[in-house]
């Protein structure tokens, strides 16, 4: 099983970005897939996760509104759009997945459950995302 995220690079402050992860060897409806960022000197942190079994997504107060989660089922991808970037979003840019039984969503965690590491055992190697003022 796979992650690979793609899409990264470097914008100016104001620009957007389309990050995108595609899953191998497993289907993304099956699993919750979550965007992770770790930002030089700083611990890595949650900011958008989605199940794309039902759509159910939940954001980290620091990217709502910014950040948009979605995911194309039919090509095992997850998207995650950010819009009006600035410097303090220069990070890393991780996919993660957990398996998830039939029925469950991400609407029946909490935000801040759902945008733990733990319980995410799947991970992709990241992409470098540079915003420059």
């Known amino acids: 099983v796979q992650l690979v995220e793609s899409g990264g690079g470097l914008m100016q402050s104001g620009g957007s970005l389309r990050l995108s992860c595609v899953a191998s060897e497993f289907t993304v409806d099956e699993y919750i897939i979550g965007w992770f960022r770790q930002a030089p000197g700083k611990e890595r942190e949650g900011v958008a996760c989605i199940s794309p079994g039902d759509g159910a997504a939940h954001y980290a107060d620091s990217v709502k509104g910014q950040f948009t989660i979605s995911s194309d089922n039919a090509k095992n991808t997850v998207y995650l759009t950010m819009d009006n970037l600035k410097p303090a979003d220069t990070a890393v840019y991780y996919c993660?997945?957990?398996?998830?039984?039939?029925?469950?969503?991400?609407?029946?965690?909490?935000?801040?459950?759902?945008?733990?590491?733990?319980?995410?055992?799947?991970w992709g190697q990241g992409t470098q995302v540079t915003v420059s003022s």
């Open positions: 993660a997945a957990f398996g998830i039984s039939p029925g469950q969503s991400a609407a029946q965690m909490s935000a801040s459950d759902a945008l733990k590491e733990d319980p995410y055992d799947i």
